[in-house]
């Protein structure tokens, strides 16, 4: 169980990658990226609206999984050369995967983006956004896939993402709980790298399927 203590037990806390050198950790494959809401009941902080990501509001069983943090651009620094042009990239928000309940043990989706985040079921062609899908919250560099939207098109590649902080399990719902950590573009055509901070925002989590 990802983040977990020595005992067992979750602490809600975030970890830091220098203190797992030695601990693992598996998630399941990401499903959609792209979110799906009908319900716009959640607001984020300071007075964004965002429909939940990828489903509809959690079950009662569920804890309150409806928070959303400003999309800020402190500690968010990604550049370089796309098929799409050059971009930059100085906001970041991340969300847990969903079955029926979200938890960061099924994946994590960050979206990266040149402004803060319109709600993502609609997409904003105004502004530049990278969804990466992050398979597994722990430490070491991994593979993933992105896909970078623009001007109304859109381009996929492959990254590799080094997480140095996650959360651990329940998430504490508020923008103290953050992933941070590097990406860079090995998709030939892309230069885009940097690093991120990225606070919790549940509406920019994905859906999978339950089985």
């Not at 977990?4 to 598996?26: F, R, Y």
């Not at 792209?34 to 300071?46: H, K, Q, V």
Request: glycine fraction near 10%; charge should be negative; proline fraction near 9%.
């Amino acid at each position: 169980m990802i983040g977990t203590t020595s005992d067992g037990s979750s602490t809600g806390a975030n970890v830091d990658a220098a203190d797992t050198a030695s601990s693992s950790s598996s998630a399941l494959p990401l499903g959609s990226s792209e979110a799906a809401a009908e319900d716009d009941s959640s607001t984020a902080s300071e007075g964004t609206k965002f429909d939940l990501g990828g489903a509809d509001l959690p079950p009662d069983d569920c804890p309150a999984q409806t928070f959303c943090a400003a999309a800020m651009p402190a500690k968010v620094a990604i550049s370089g050369m796309t098929p799409l042009g050059d971009v930059t990239l100085d906001h970041a928000l991340f969300g847990p995967g969903k079955c029926e309940c979200f938890s960061i043990e099924i994946g994590i989706q960050l979206v990266l983006s040149s402004a803060p985040v319109e709600p993502p079921e609609e997409g904003n062609p105004t502004i530049d956004r990278l969804d990466v899908g992050i398979l597994e919250a722990g430490p070491g560099p991994q593979e993933v896939g992105v896909q970078l939207h623009r001007d109304g098109m859109f381009e996929n590649g492959d990254a590799i993402v080094e997480l140095t902080t996650w959360p651990r399990e329940p998430l504490v719902p508020d923008e103290t709980t953050r992933v941070t950590g590097t990406i860079e573009l090995v998709t030939a055509g892309w230069t885009l790298q940097g690093e991120f901070d990225a606070p919790l925002c549940y509406a920019v989590g994905f859906q999978i399927p339950c089985e």
